[in-house]
């Protein structure tokens, strides 16, 4: 069955981790296009600030929960049905970090961070689905570059967006099987400049650093928003693509880069102010809330020109033939 999705200004969109980052940029784009939006997060101070910022005649709502418990996860399902009727894209953003060594993370912490980000997804997926197999919609999952290739010192987080890749690959194809009018999607980010550093618990002697390029996450919510209305089975963002084909092709290759170059570009040097972040805890603290940016202290790219041309294949090719024949004009009348 071939899935038709409505314009955003059509939607309702639910968006968990929607307190900072990625989230809170997907939110405030989905809001100016004139989607009635759902905010979800533990951070009950921001979703009320960000619902007032947003807010234009009660189009936009939001619920504080924890998307780890499956009965706050389909809480937030009821209260959106019950405000606006239903919803038509759910999107599993909300995220946990951990770094350092894996023997030196405790338990506890890797649980924590599987909790969040895999059953998470876990629990939005169904629930979603649940109500999305007679109306139709979209399930978009937030994954990483870190899906295939996994980052030294983050072993809970790459083992969690593995998971859900296959989680999401095993949905997809069970949903397509089923005949349902639902596209799911996995996103798959490289690095960005949100407040996702601030929020990790930290165990490294200094302040985690994300190894370039990173990317704005207006980059990645334009992206997302994209596969709210464009059915997509992968969107990759920024070099995430490539180097996830590498990882594929030369696994001993990227072994060497992530233990001699990664290793040591991840450890910053600088001090870390806020050692516990938000893991256990929906007060960030020194990590500060309401922001979709964070401080990345290098380049901060504003688009990713890959995830521009694979969303916009017809634009881009015309794009690229109307080029190629403005040069070959020009070299024709150069010639004459």
């Known amino acids: 069955m071939s899935v038709s999705l409505k314009p955003l200004s059509e939607q309702v969109i639910v968006i968990t981790g929607a307190s900072s980052g990625i989230g809170l940029a997907t939110a405030r784009l989905a809001a100016e296009a004139g989607a009635r ?7 009950e101070a ?8 947003l807010d234009g005649g009660g189009q936009v709502m939001h619920v504080v929960a924890d998307v780890g418990e499956r009965a706050a996860v389909e809480r937030v399902a009821r209260q959106t049905i019950e405000r606006f009727g239903g919803f038509d894209t759910w999107i599993n953003n909300a995220g946990a ?43 978009l999952n937030v994954g990483s570059v870190e899906s295939e290739t996994a980052l030294p010192f983050h072993a809970s987080y790459s083992a969690s967006k593995h998971a859900v890749k296959a989680l999401t690959d095993v949905l997809r194809v069970e949903v397509q099987q089923a005949g349902l009018p639902v596209s799911v999607s996995l996103i798959r980010p490289s690095g960005t400049d949100t407040l996702f550093l ?21 980059v990645v919510a334009r992206a997302i928003l994209h596969a709210a209305e464009h059915p997509q089975r992968d969107v990759y963002i920024g070099n995430a693509n490539l180097l996830t084909r590498a990882t594929q092709l ?3 290759l990227m072994d060497w880069a992530r233990r001699t170059v990664l290793y040591q570009s991840l450890q910053s040097g600088r001090p870390d102010d806020n050692r516990e972040g938000s893991l256990h805890s929906a007060n960030v603290g020194a990590g500060g809330s309401g922001r979709a ?23 881009t090719t ?14 024709a009348r150069k010639r004459s």
């Open 37 to 43: 939006v759902v905010l979800v997060s533990r951070d």
């Open 46 to 53: 921001a979703l009320a600030q960000i619902e007032r910022e």
């Open 97 to 139: 970090s951990v770094w350092g060594r894996l023997d030196q993370v405790p338990d506890e912490d890797h649980y924590r961070v599987m909790q969040t980000n895999f059953w998470g997804t876990h629990y939005g997926s169904t629930v979603a689905l649940a109500h999305l197999r007679q109306r139709g919609g979209a399930i």
């Open 198 to 218: 601030d929020h990790s618990k930290n165990y490294l002697d200094s302040a985690p650093s994300l190894p370039p390029p990173v990317y704005a996450p207006e």
């Open 250 to 252: 030369f696994p001993h």
């Open 293 to 315: 940016s964070g401080q990345y202290p290098g380049l901060v790219l504003s688009r990713s020109l890959y995830t521009k041309a694979a969303q916009h294949p017809v634009a």
């Open 318 to 331: 015309a794009a690229v033939v109307l080029g190629a024949m403005t040069v070959l004009s020009l070299l």
